[in-house]
Nanobody, 124 residues
Framework: QVQLVETGGGLVQAGGSLRLSCAAS????????MGWFRQAPGKQREFVAT????????RYADSVKGRFTISRDNAKNTLYLQMNSLKAEDTAVYYC?????????????????WGQGTQVTVSS
């Protein structure tokens, strides 16, 4: 069982930066692929970034590639998302999630544990 708590959201101007954190409790964090997803009002939840259990493999949505960086610290049971050059279209609730496998995947249904989400609002 993994419990996830996201922090770090807030209001930022376009072009600014934020770093999201996801604190995990439970024994399986270091063996789980992890992902960040987001959901804007009236839209479906979408993939943002994913990372394998060891951190050696990452993958990004085209819309955030080159601007966002996913990372993890297994010693601290924490997942991160560094977001730079933020745009108004990045406004959404951001969720971290734990995959059922060691490899982070891009489909939300592949994830079995979810945090409660943190709001990111980018003003233009």
């Amino acid at each position: 069982q993994v419990q996830l708590v996201e922090t770090g959201g807030g209001l930022v101007q376009a072009g600014g930066s934020l770093r999201l954190s996801c604190a995990a409790s439970g024994r399986t964090f270091s063996s789980s692929g992890m992902g960040w997803f987001r959901q804007a009002p009236g839209k479906q939840r979408e993939f943002v970034a994913t990372i394998s259990f060891s951190g050696s493999t990452t993958r990004y949505a085209d819309s955030v590639k080159g601007r966002f960086t996913i990372s993890r610290d297994n010693a601290k049971n924490t997942l991160y998302l560094q977001m730079n050059s933020l745009k108004a279209e990045d406004t959404a609730v951001y969720y971290c999630a734990a995959d059922r496998t060691t490899w982070g995947r891009v489909v939300p249904d592949d994830y079995e544990h979810w945090g409660q989400g943190t709001q990111v609002t980018v003003s233009s």
